[in-house]
């Protein structure tokens, strides 16, 4: 992604999978890109390697400088906001002893 090249990939029950789909949605690559099996991501990777045009317009879109900044963009801090949230919530009220 950090050269432009577009690609496809496959979401599903591994954490790795998910970041994958995550850092395609982040990045605005089509929903088409993204499959949800081993046959979907076959057909992506055809639909990719033979669509000229439609692979041009995504290496356009992801070789500017701008397009990489949405990987960096939110609030990191939010998940241990929400942790702390869901610690209070346990009721718990103290850190609990190491094990």
């Not at 890109?33 to 439609?54: C, F, L």
Request: proline fraction near 5%; charge should be negative.
């Amino acid at each position: 992604m950090t050269v432009g090249l577009p690609g496809v990939c496959k979401t599903g029950p591994e954490v790795f999978e998910h970041i994958d789909e995550a850092l395609f949605r982040r990045l605005g690559l089509p929903d088409w890109s993204i499959a949800a099996s081993v046959e979907g991501y076959i057909a992506a990777a055809i639909r990719m390697a033979d669509n000229h045009a439609e692979r041009e317009a995504l290496y356009r879109r992801l070789e500017r400088p701008e397009c990489l900044d949405a990987l960096f963009e939110g609030r990191a801090e939010s998940l241990g906001e929400r942790l702390y949230q869901i610690w209070l919530a346990t009721g718990e009220g103290a850190l609990p002893d190491k094990a």
